[in-house]
């Protein structure tokens, strides 16, 4: 009896091992985009920035690209790209984070991120922040995202100067923009990158 009653439990545990698992790695789906392995840095409580990261997956025949995001745990959010300047990385504000038909867009520390700016609340390990995603083609994209901590060097996004970002030039609908697209990230003076 006690060894039925041990291999109960013992079946219970590694089920709820495998449930904590699978919800770190849950997928989010609007249309033809697939949201996977989304994360956003946990921060000290007296930080004005973080960052969310993720796999964007898209399984349709054209390309689609990531336009806007929005959470309630920050004043602002934007769409970030790191890029060299010289001997120091830096990051600007990007129009858009393209996905390419039947293929992926990896959102990771030092590339394409979503910056979440002046927080109302400081993400802690083990919390879930609420994001919104808006695609171009696919439309919103409501999920909630799980908090890490990551160990390794990165960036400090409080440091940086975003201040004299011209988010004037973040309009979608500027007739350069695909001249931007074509010929990458743009960083002369105050411009703001573009994707390929």
Same mark, same amino acid.
């Given at each position: ?36 392995h989304?994360?956003v840095?946990?921060?000290?409580p ?7 990261y ?14 806007a ?10 769409l ?24 992926a ?22 919390e ?27 960036? @400090?996004? *409080?440091? /940086?100067?975003? &201040?004299? =970002? !011209?988010? $004037?030039?973040?309009? +979608?609908?500027?007739? @350069?923009? *695909?001249? /931007?697209?074509? &010929?990458? =990230? !743009?960083? $002369?003076?105050?411009? +703001?990158?573009?994707?390929?």
């Amino acid at each position: 009896m006690k060894f039925f009653t041990y291999s109960i439990l013992g079946l219970t545990g590694i089920l709820l091992l495998l449930a904590g698992c699978t919800q770190s790695t849950q997928m989010s789906k609007q249309g033809k985009i697939e949201v996977g392995h989304a994360w956003v840095r946990a921060v000290p409580p007296n930080a004005k920035t973080s960052a969310a990261y993720m796999k964007l997956q898209n399984h349709g025949d054209q390309e689609d690209r990531l336009i806007a995001a929005n959470s309630p745990i920050a004043e602002a959010v934007e769409l970030h790209n790191v890029f060299k300047q010289g001997d120091m990385m830096a990051m600007r504000p990007v129009q858009h984070i393209s996905v390419p038909a039947h293929g992926a867009t990896m959102l990771k520390p030092g590339s394409y991120h979503i910056m979440l700016i002046n927080l109302k609340k400081s993400p802690k390990p083990g919390e879930k922040v609420h994001l919104t995603l808006t695609f171009e083609k696919a439309g919103q994209m409501e999920m909630m995202v799980p908090v890490h901590e990551r160990k390794g060097k990165m960036m @400090d996004h *409080d440091k /940086m100067d975003h &201040g004299k =970002m !011209d988010k $004037g030039r973040m309009d +979608h609908e500027r007739k @350069d923009r *695909d001249g /931007m697209e074509k &010929g990458g =990230m !743009d960083h $002369g003076g105050k411009g +703001h990158g573009g994707m390929k």
